[in-house]
């Protein structure tokens, strides 16, 4: 597995060289451009240490879907219910790069006690859903909707338990999950975003049904959950509450085939299936040590996989490894390929992978101007998209807190998209978008607020992106500064 323990070692012997480790002592939390100055006192906690790095590593997407099932809990919610929002998100969400243009449908299933039916409805019209359902190792299973296995038809998606053995009944989509718990990650879509346009969208999206294949001759009414006033959070915890989630998951969920050499790194650490996870005051010096600096060093490779970028000459990319896009659609299933470090990354930004990346949606984040600086909230800056974006669907670009990955806080809306009602287009069709802490004089509806205290990052969605789009006979420019 990658990285080796030998490199985390080496990585620590570097640190050491050129910072004082007459104590130990950690820098804030919030400071992802430092490592902790971390002193084993022999090659137990040295061990400890090299351990529960890889595990943060390795075990982000498990806790990035534990979280949810934390904040359902915290909702008064549970499994086997469909939580959504009522309107567009605003910042109580503050999920991994949420998409604040549509309305969300999420069903979370759980299979401990049987087969789960997720029944889809037909696309009608102007409603429709793009989505997945994940594994909760957020592996996509499938996709769903007009660009998934029903194609717009509609169906029962059947999900199966790990390692179930008894034939699918006829007339269901088979869904086999690796994991017991996971979910679905719905979108149901907006044509031009008034008010009549987002009600008709969440009373499709409420056409989803889910219910336990035992009562598939009588389901009983699907529970929904409305949270759009509720605060809801995924964002990673770099610190010891990581590894408490990280126990929670592995107390509930069977061990794949590809992560049994894990089994002994966590019980290097405490965690160890069928035992309560416990650390004394000197274990969690060290883990919460390991885990700033593993933030530390995903952050350094999410900035590094920025390269090479979408469009050459601008900082427009989809910071994942082509390997990792493949290994997702595989189930991680490719000989001598298991893309741990780029899965870290991706599940340190967002949380939901598709089955076809490409088909439904595509994305590209930037993080920098065209002069290679971070975006500063205090500053303006404006993205020039050319007329005729090739979409199907619609596009959208959406501020993000550089720090968290999430919607900034207290903001007035996240982003604008093809569906925002007021948008300005330009004479010739193409359309300017303002960035900043103040909007621009007559441009108050092309703008997207942003902290001017602080960073931020800027992801754009292409939904039902077209051939001009891959054969880049479109191309969207750097943001630039506006002085």
């Not at 966590?266 to 700033?292: C, H, M, T, Y």
């Not at 530390?296 to 390997?323: C, H, M, Q, R």
């Not at 997207?448 to 939904?463: Q, S």
Request: neutral net charge; aromatic residues 12%.
């Amino acid at each position: 597995m990658k990285p080796t323990i030998l490199s985390f070692i080496i990585i620590v012997f570097l640190v050491s060289c050129t910072k004082s480790t007459t104590k130990n002592e950690t820098t804030d939390v919030t400071d992802t451009t430092q490592t902790t100055v971390f002193k084993a006192a022999n090659l137990e906690e040295q061990i400890i240490y090299n351990r529960a790095v890889e595990a943060v590593i390795w075990g982000i997407p498990a806790v990035n879907f534990e979280l949810l099932n934390e904040s359902l809990t915290k909702a008064k919610g549970n499994f086997n219910q469909i939580i959504y929002w009522s309107g567009l998100i605003n910042s109580k969400n503050q999920t991994l790069t949420p998409n604040p243009d549509v309305i969300y449908v999420n069903p979370l299933y759980d299979t401990r006690n049987g087969p789960v039916v997720l029944e889809i409805p037909a696309a009608e019209g102007n409603s429709s859903l793009t989505g997945s359902l994940d594994d909760g190792w957020q592996t996509a299973i499938e996709d769903i909707g007009p660009a998934g296995v029903d194609k717009g038809k509609g169906g029962r998606y059947l999900i199966t338990p790990p390692n179930y053995k008894d034939p699918v009944p006829f007339g269901y989509i088979p869904m086999p999950s690796s994991t017991y718990t996971g979910y679905a990650i719905l979108r149901s879509n907006l044509t031009n975003g008034s008010p009549e346009d987002i009600k008709r969208a969440v009373d499709y999206g409420k056409k989803v049904k889910m219910y336990p294949l035992s009562q598939a001759d009588h389901p009983s009414e699907t529970q929904f959950l409305d949270l759009l006033e509720t605060p809801f959070s995924n964002t990673i915890p770099y610190d010891f509450h990581f590894f408490e989630l990280l126990n929670e998951f592995v107390q509930r969920e069977p061990w794949l085939t590809r992560d049994l050499v894990m089994i002994d790194y966590l019980k290097s650490i405490g965690i160890e299936k069928g035992k309560p996870f416990q650390a004394d005051a000197r274990r969690k010096e060290i883990l919460n040590a390991a885990i700033k600096d593993a933030q530390v060093w995903i952050d350094k490779k999410y900035e590094e996989a920025f390269k090479p970028p979408f469009y050459d000459g601008t900082n427009w990319a989809l910071p994942v490894s082509p390997e990792f896009v493949k290994s997702i659609g595989s189930n991680y299933s490719i000989p001598n390929v298991y893309p741990v470090r780029e899965r870290a990354v991706a599940y340190s930004i967002a949380y939901f992978s598709a089955k076809h990346l490409g088909t439904a949606q595509f994305y590209l984040l930037s993080i920098k101007d065209d002069k290679g600086e971070p975006f500063d909230g205090s500053k303006l800056y404006k993205l020039h998209l050319p007329a005729n974006v090739p979409v199907k669907l619609y596009w959208s670009v959406t501020a993000y807190d550089r720090e968290t990955h999430a919607l900034i806080k207290d903001m007035k809306y996240s982003s604008r998209a093809s569906t925002s009602p007021g948008l300005q287009k330009n004479s010739d069709g193409s359309v300017d978008i303002y960035f900043g802490g103040k909007a621009p004089a007559g441009k108050e509806t092309n703008w997207v607020p942003a902290d001017p205290k602080g960073k931020f990052e800027l992801l754009a969605r292409f939904y039902g992106p077209e051939k001009g789009f891959f054969e880049k006979t479109w191309k969207m420019g750097d943001v630039t500064e506006v002085k």
